[in-house]
């Protein structure tokens, strides 16, 4: 089992910043693929970001590239999203998610994550 905490969201004008961070407790975190996905009201969960088991290589939805960056500190169990010049098209909750490494790992695909946290309002005001 993998136990993931997002924190982090909050409220922000737009072009300001954020920072989420999703802390992992329970099996070797390096051996995890990580994720953040985000859900608007009444939206379908998407994928924002990804990025592999040594950090090594990352993956953007086209909405965020350029303005959002991925990463991970394997010593110390956490993966962050930096997100700047947020835009109010950027409000939702954004979850955090793990998936175990192998070929079958694809970085967009939400049924290759196996664990996910409870998520963390970010709000973009205009």
């Known amino acids: 089992q993998v136990q993931l905490v997002e924190s982090g969201g909050g409220l922000v004008q737009a072009g300001g910043s954020l920072r989420l961070s999703c802390a992992a407790s329970?099996?070797?975190?390096?051996?995890?693929?990580m994720g953040w996905f985000r859900q608007a009201p009444g939206k379908e969960r998407e994928f924002v970001a990804a990025?592999?088991?040594?950090?090594?290589?990352?993956y953007y939805f086209d909405s965020v590239k350029g303005r959002f960056t991925i990463s991970r500190d394997n010593a110390k169990n956490t993966v962050n999203l930096q997100m700047n010049s947020l835009q109010p098209e950027d409000t939702a909750v954004y979850y955090c998610?793990?998936?175990?490494?192998?070929?079958?790992?694809?970085?967009?695909?939400?049924?290759?994550?196996?664990?996910w946290g409870q998520g963390t309002q970010v709000t973009v005001s205009t």
């Open positions: 329970g099996r070797t975190f390096s051996q995890y693929a």
């Open positions: 990025i592999n088991w040594s950090g090594g290589s990352t």
């Open positions: 998610a793990a998936a175990g490494m192998g070929p079958w790992w694809r970085p967009d695909i939400q049924s290759k994550y196996e664990y």
